[in-house]
């Protein structure tokens, strides 16, 4: 049986990166009309249209999504015969593409990179911010090769738990909810309006939950699009939301327009996890990965509730 050539599979994957033939052949070192060869070859061997072609657009046929996808897994499976051979000797060298949902990033990531770097140098670590959505999709084809997200996640993928975040309420400074700082609840949440993040967002799903359980309303009017936004929505007197406790601690300002208190005991929270594909050739670097991330987590979490 014939079968397309790894240069042919690298074109496709690259045209349907960059949406363009003359960019996914900046991107190979190749001439377009060698790429387009290469391309035109891969079609004529597999039957199938994976492009449309016209002057302003290239998009991937519905046919062709599948061929890529497979390409891309084809692809790293030939690149992990060579890493397997390195990692035997050392493990977590070279690149490793990492996703990271947007209310873990920037909150978690400068307490968990440097150990990370430091006790892998030769780890290349390639970030990408996605919802958590987007991010799962991205793992089944293969784009990106582990995701830092809040677990559960559905799919075909093996987590590891590295940390419990809890949530903590956010008010406006002064607000009556707060003068029960001590003994606040869940109960305590009924008939306040409480401010959540836009469709999308894995923690506006549990926040929600624990809003229904305690009574709250949800507002209808807004949501935000980030935490930061959300923090200011409280700030400016529209309601009160749920932060996780990084985000509370590095968006809310002490003597600010907004205040922090615990919530319940124990406390709601969410479980943030390392997830990959249980297909992966790399399960025991990932292990590895996810240990040391909850290493330093433990840490982190010790200095935030000090």
């Given at each position: 049986?014939d ?8 074109c ?7 949406g ?10 190749i ?14 061997l597999?039957?199938?249209q994976?492009?449309?072609?016209d ?5 991937v ?5 599948d ?11 030939i ?25 873990i ?7 968990l990179?440097?150990?990370?770097r ?7 670590l390639?970030?990408r911010e996605?919802?958590?959505?987007r ?22 993928v093996?987590?590891?738990q590295?940390a ?14 707060l ?6 609840s869940e109960?305590?949440?009924?008939d306040q ?27 209808m ?9 959300l ?8 309601g009160?939301?749920?932060?996780p ?8 300002q002490?003597?600010g ?7 319940g ?34 840490r ?7």
């Amino acid at each position: 049986m014939d079968r397309p050539s790894v240069r042919q599979l690298e074109c496709l994957v690259a045209v349907a990166d960059h949406g363009s033939f003359r960019k996914a052949a900046a991107a190979l070192g190749i001439s377009q009309p060698a790429l387009s060869a290469q391309v035109q070859a891969a079609e004529d061997l597999l039957a199938v249209q994976v492009f449309e072609r016209d002057r302003r657009a290239v998009l991937v046929t519905p046919a062709g999504e599948d061929v890529v996808g497979r390409a891309r897994l084809a692809l790293e499976a030939i690149d992990g015969v060579a890493d397997a051979a390195r990692r035997r000797a050392e493990p977590l060298v070279g690149a490793l593409r990492l996703g990271v949902i947007p209310t873990i990033a920037p909150y978690w990531l400068p307490a968990l990179l440097p150990p990370v770097r430091k006790r892998f140098p030769r780890l290349e670590l390639i970030l990408r911010e996605e919802q958590t959505a987007r991010l799962l999709a991205q793992l089944t084809t293969g784009q990106i090769d582990a995701a830092l997200l809040a677990l559960p996640v559905p799919g075909d993928v093996t987590c590891a738990q590295i940390a419990r975040e809890e949530f903590v309420l956010a008010a406006p400074r002064g607000a009556a909810i707060l003068k029960k700082r001590n003994r606040l609840s869940e109960r305590d949440l009924e008939d306040q309006t409480v401010l959540l993040l836009e469709d999308g967002h894995c923690l506006r799903d549990q926040a929600l939950a624990v809003c229904e359980r305690g009574g709250g309303i949800e507002s209808m009017e807004v949501r935000a699009t980030s935490l930061p936004t959300l923090v200011q929505m409280v700030a400016g007197g529209m309601g009160i939301t749920l932060l996780p406790e990084a985000a509370a601690d590095a968006l809310v300002q002490p003597r600010g327009p907004v205040e922090t208190a615990a919530l319940g005991k124990p406390p709601p929270g969410r479980t943030i996890g390392l997830a990959w594909r249980t297909s992966s050739a790399r399960l025991r670097e990932f292990r590895l990965l996810a240990e040391t991330m909850a290493e330093e987590a433990e840490r982190f979490l010790a200095k935030l509730r000090a």
